[in-house]
């Protein structure tokens, strides 16, 4: 079983709905995920991180869920710019290596 | 802040040929992670480094693969003979040694071998 897994879409959705990702992850020692986000030939950058309780970012909502080793990332009243990759990223403890999902294509349809 | 730096940003190089990457990672962070980017493959770890210390290895491919982090300062990764298999973007990132351990990525260099 690989470390992350994430559905590589591509998920088109029409703008302004709703759109939801999950990923797992394979190691229950894992400590500290994030969501980044890879426009087309530029590196990947930071999202949000995702904490225990979940947090929302304006119209992203990350969530966690520890039992059965997921995450997951909400998008509402989904814009055209956030057409990208999203890749989901694990780490077990400080000063460990990060691991990066494949990442999940999303197209927003005008 | 500069940001991570990575030189050059597009190589081409013939088969056999030896390719070296360079990356300045940004002052104060103590990890530095090379990726290697394709779409068959995806973000692949390839080596990461702490304090200057490698301290996992096992994503490099294969022997033809080095990589060093002689200071805080600077890394580099070399492939030696390269081959039109090892063509990707190359992704230097690095991160303060904190909890929250966000992973900040230089533009890449994106290798092309002929």
């Known amino acids: 079983r690989k470390e992350v897994e994430q559905d590589p879409g591509p998920f088109n959705v029409p703008e302004g709905a709703t759109v939801a990702f999950n990923c797992t992850y394979s190691n229950s020692a894992s400590q500290s995920f994030f969501w980044y986000r890879q426009d087309c030939r530029k590196e990947p950058k930071l999202l949000m991180s995702v904490y225990s309780s979940g947090n929302e970012d304006g119209r992203f909502t990350a969530q966690l869920n520890r039992a059965s080793q997921y995450i997951s990332l909400l998008i509402r009243d989904s814009k055209l710019s956030d057409s990208a990759t999203y890749l989901c990223?694990?780490?077990?403890?400080?000063?460990?290596?990060?691991?990066f999902g494949k990442g999940t294509r999303l197209h927003i349809l005008p | 802040d500069a940001g991570v730096i990575q030189s050059p940003r597009h190589e081409v190089t013939e088969m056999g040929q030896e390719v070296t990457l360079r990356c300045k990672p940004i002052?104060?962070?103590?990890?530095l992670f090379w990726y290697r980017q394709t779409m068959m493959r995806g973000l692949e770890l390839l080596i990461y480094f702490n304090n200057n210390v490698p301290i996992d290895d096992s994503g490099m491919p294969e022997d033809r693969f080095s990589a060093k982090m002689p200071n805080a300062s600077f890394s580099t990764l070399k492939i030696q003979p390269s081959e039109p298999r090892d063509s990707a973007v190359y992704f230097c990132?690095?991160?303060?040694?904190?909890?929250?351990?966000?992973?900040?990525f230089g533009q890449g260099t994106r290798l092309t071998v002929v």
């Open positions: 990223v694990v780490s077990r403890a400080r000063g460990d290596k990060i691991i």
């Open positions: 002052s104060g962070h103590n990890s």
């Open positions: 990132a690095s991160s303060r040694d904190t909890l929250v351990m966000e992973a900040f």
